[in-house]
């Protein structure tokens, strides 16, 4: 396995964790100085400190559907001797209460980087957004 086989893999290890409410998956991948940024923060998670105390919530929480899935789309990994850049579109699928018909949860934007430490690749910044997100127009219309 090359390495951006291998860095897929790990993604794709952590996102099956997350999807069933498991945030220990990444952080298993974290280093100790690791940086984060979604939607939902009004500032930068700094630490696996932080990232434990914010993250630590969602274990064992009971999701608000049923039968998770993602899809990881084109993925690309970019290295550089010992860091790593993988991207990544990632749509979440659920059945909401009540529905059997499974719907589309979110789309996003990815983008995480790994650094080779002692050899094995560990995540040292996640990035998450939105893909095409609904923004809010200027105060007052144009």
């Known amino acids: 396995m090359d390495v951006a086989e ?20 990444y952080l298993a991948l974290y ?4 940086t984060y940024f979604d939607p939902f923060r009004e500032k930068r998670l700094d630490g696996l400190a932080e990232l434990n105390a914010q993250l630590a919530p969602m274990r064992g929480m009971a999701l608000p559907f049923t039968e998770p899935r993602y899809e990881m789309i084109n993925p690309a990994v970019q290295v550089d001797g010992n860091v790593a850049v993988l991207t990544f ?13 499974e719907t589309i949860l979110a789309r996003w934007n990815a983008t995480e980087v790994y650094r080779r430490m002692d050899g094995a690749w560990r995540i040292i910044h996640t990035h ?3 893909t095409q997100p609904q923004l809010a127009g200027p105060a007052g219309g144009i």
């Open 6 to 25: 291998h860095i897929v893999s790990l993604e794709r290890a952590a996102l099956d964790r997350w999807i069933t409410a498991d945030p220990d998956g």
């Open 31 to 34: 280093t100790k100085d690791a």
């Open 89 to 101: 579109n990632l749509v979440n699928y659920g059945k909401l209460p009540g529905s059997a018909d």
């Open 128 to 130: 998450w957004s939105f």
